[in-house]
């Protein structure tokens, strides 16, 4: 399988988890955990690997896209010494 039907794949099972999620409400990432070992148990799945230039282009900015729109300036300055001494 190759790189590229590997991403098409996971997308399909971001975005099927995220409505799936809201759907049932339940936190997106037990959904997503959940998708994920399901995953796992697909033979032609566990043969395949995700360069690590993928992970950091692709899916990283879109993780810290999204929790950047979503954080709340309130809890930002709650936390804010934790922020900054780490």
Request: charged residues 15%; glycine residues 6%.
């Amino acid at each position: 399988m190759h790189s590229l039907e590997f991403v098409v794949i996971l997308g399909c099972a971001l975005l099927a988890g995220g409505v799936l999620a809201h759907r049932l409400h339940v936190a997106p990432p037990v959904v997503y955990l959940t998708t994920g070992v399901l995953l796992g148990f697909v033979p032609s799945l566990r043969e395949a690997e995700l360069p690590p230039d993928v992970l950091l282009l692709v899916f990283l900015p879109l993780l810290l896209y999204w929790e950047s729109v979503t954080t709340s300036l309130r809890a930002i300055r709650r936390d804010l010494r934790g922020i900054v001494l780490t």
